[in-house]
Nanobody
Framework: QVQLVESGGGLVQAGDSLRLSCAAS????????VGWFRQAPGKEREFVAA????????YHADSVKGRFTISRDSAKNAVYLQMNSLKPEDTAVYYC???????????????????WGQGTQVTVSS
């Protein structure tokens, strides 16, 4: 099991950028696939992006493709979400989560992840 802590959220204007970080402790983080999800008030948790154990594969939701980029630094036990050209509809609490494998049939489903961080708020004003 890994422990995850997100950071980097904040209040920005439309068109701005933010980089979220997901720091891990516990077992070797590099052996886990990691996903970013977000949840806006009154809405279900939504998949944003995922990255495989050795960063050989990534997958981004259509709603963020071309604007957000997931990456990881195994030496720092961290995964990042670079968010550019932010829109008001990106406003949500962002969570990182881990699972053992990068499985395309599972990575977009919150229920397939075993560990979660506490979330970081991202608010984009128009």
């Amino acid at each position: 099991q890994v422990q995850l802590v997100e950071s980097g959220g904040g209040l920005v204007q439309a068109g701005d950028s933010l980089r979220l970080s997901c720091a891990a402790s516990g077992r070797t983080f590099s052996s886990y696939a990691v996903g970013w999800f977000r949840q806006a008030p009154g809405k279900e948790r939504e998949f944003v992006a995922a990255i495989s154990r050795f960063a050989s594969r990534t997958y981004h939701a259509d709603s963020v493709k071309g604007r957000f980029t997931i990456s990881r630094d195994s030496a720092k036990n961290a995964v990042y979400l670079q968010m550019n050209s932010l829109k008001p509809e990106d406003t949500a609490v962002y969570y990182c989560a881990s699972r053992p494998f990068f499985d395309m049939s599972a990575i977009t489903s919150p229920g397939e992840y075993s560990s979660w961080g506490q979330g970081t708020q991202v608010t984009v004003s128009s």
